[in-house]
C-alpha cells in the first residue's frame, strides 16, 4: 500500500466488515459482565467497591475506550469519501433518543448521580465533532487526539466548574454520576479510531468471503449494539432481582 493511499479520503464502505461487528460484540459483552458486577453490589451479593476496585476499576474504561475506538472507526468508514447527511441524522437522533432515555430514567431513579453525560452522549457528541477530522490528515488527527487525553492533566480548573461546562471534563472536580465519559479525554480515543480508518485498517480487516452462520451469530449484538445496550441493563437487573 502506498504512502498516497493510506493518506487519500477513505471511500465509504457499502457493506459490514464483520471483523467489526464482532469487535463491537466482545466490547457489548464486556460491558453486560461489568454492569453485572454493578447490580451484584447494588443488591450486596458483592462488596459495594467491588465494580469500582482491582481489575473492574480498568475494565470499564477499557469497555468505553474500545465503544468510541469503535465510533471513530465506524464514522470515517461510513462518511470518509462524503458526509452522507440523512443516514448520519437518523442514526444521530436514535443515538440522541437512548442518551435521553438514560438520562430520564437515571434521574427518576436517583437525582443525585444520574448520568447527564454518559457513553451514548459521548458518542452522539463524537459524532458531530469527528466530522471535522474525516478528511483532515493523519498526523493532525493524531496530534488532537494528543491534545485531547492531554487536557485534563493541564486545563482542568475551577473555570470549568459551570454546570453547563461539566459534559467538557475539564471541571476541577469529578461530578457524581453513575456514567461520566466527558468529552475530554474520550474525545482522542475518537479519533484515534479515525486515524486508524484513514490510515487503512479496514481494508486489512476486510474479506471478500461471505460471513458464515457461526460469524453472522456473533456478529448480530455488534450490529444491534445501541438496542442491546439500552436492554441489556433493565434484564440483567430484573433477573437479579427475581433471583433473590
Not at 466527558?182 to 471478500?208: C, K, N, S, Y
Request: hydrophobic fraction near 55%.
Amino acid at each position: 500500500m502506498t504512502a498516497t493511499a493510506i493518506l487519500a479520503p477513505t471511500a465509504p464502505m457499502r457493506h459490514r466488515i464483520p471483523a467489526l461487528d464482532v469487535a463491537r460484540t466482545v466490547a457489548v459483552v464486556c460491558m453486560a459482565i461489568y454492569h453485572f458486577t454493578v447490580d451484584l453490589a447494588l443488591f450486596g451479593v458483592v462488596a459495594p467497591d467491588r465494580p469500582f476496585t482491582g481489575f473492574f476499576h480498568y475494565f470499564a474504561p477499557a469497555i468505553a475506550g474500545s465503544f468510541l475506538f469503535l465510533v471513530g472507526l465506524s464514522l470515517s468508514l461510513a462518511h470518509g469519501g462524503g458526509i452522507r447527511w440523512r443516514p448520519w441524522g437518523k442514526r444521530m437522533a436514535q443515538i440522541g433518543a437512548g442518551a435521553a432515555l438514560v438520562s430520564a430514567a437515571t434521574y427518576a431513579d436517583n437525582p443525585e448521580t444520574y448520568v447527564f453525560f454518559g457513553i451514548l452522549h459521548m458518542i452522539a457528541t463524537a459524532s458531530l465533532l469527528g466530522l471535522i477530522f474525516l478528511r483532515a490528515p493523519v498526523g493532525l488527527t493524531l496530534a488532537a487526539a494528543a491534545l485531547a487525553f492531554a487536557a485534563p492533566q493541564f486545563l482542568r480548573g475551577p473555570a470549568f466548574d459551570a454546570p453547563w461546562l461539566l459534559w467538557l471534563g475539564l471541571s476541577s472536580e469529578i461530578p457524581r454520576s453513575i456514567d461520566f465519559e466527558p468529552v475530554f479525554p474520550w474525545m482522542g480515543t475518537v479519533l484515534l479510531g479515525i486515524a486508524a480508518a484513514r490510515a487503512g485498517l479496514p481494508r486489512l480487516l476486510a474479506t471478500e468471503r461471505a460471513p458464515g452462520p457461526w460469524l453472522r451469530a456473533l456478529s448480530w449484538p455488534g450490529r444491534h449494539s445501541l438496542a442491546v445496550y439500552l436492554i441489556h441493563q433493565p434484564v440483567l437487573f430484573g433477573l437479579i432481582w427475581l433471583w433473590l
